[in-house]
């Protein structure tokens, strides 16, 4: 999909690619099909969505996320993406879990932490700066079920709301 999109289409939306993932396969495969196609790669753009939450309840957020991608551990598609990106122990727990409650627990820290921004307003703009430092990649800020969504996107970009507290 990402090399057919740098090889026709001006750009790509993705959802739920780990940070990892879009500096590792994502950015160069997109990059090497434009060339490939005879475009220029630094004309391809690259948005991808990033889970955010600023809360002083990381845990809440991070259940809230693993009700959102206990759906996707299940598609074969985004299954292939996350053992690609190094999440294939995520998937055999999910495999194995019994039940529903148990799938969502499957999808562990670590696959969270790399997918997402939660915490406090540091580390909200940590997890947007590490999608930045993946390649040409805009962050899209994506809001958390149960989390709020304006002091998120202060947070994700802080240099944003210093300019408008300045002005």
Do not use: Q
């Amino acid at each position: 999909m990402v090399a057919l999109a740098g090889e026709i289409a001006d750009g790509i939306v993705l959802w739920a690619c780990p940070a990892s993932y879009v500096r590792d396969v994502v950015v160069p495969t997109a990059r090497e099909a434009r060339a490939a196609a005879g475009k220029d790669p630094d004309t391809f753009a690259i948005v991808a969505a990033v889970p955010s939450a600023a809360t002083d309840d990381p845990e809440r957020a991070i259940d809230g996320m693993r009700g959102e991608l206990v759906r996707y551990f299940g598609l074969p598609f985004y299954r292939r993406m996350f053992a690609a990106a190094g999440y294939g122990r995520d998937i055999a727990a999910y495999d194995a879990a019994g039940s529903d409650a148990a799938r969502r627990h499957a999808i562990g820290a670590e696959f969270i932490a790399d997918l997402c921004a939660i915490g406090d307003a540091r580390a909200v703009a940590d997890g947007v700066a590490r999608y930045r430092a993946a390649g040409p990649v805009t962050p899209m800020i994506s809001n958390i079920p149960g989390t709020a969504f304006i002091p998120t996107l202060h947070a994700a970009a802080p240099e944003r709301t210093a300019r408008s507290a300045a002005s």
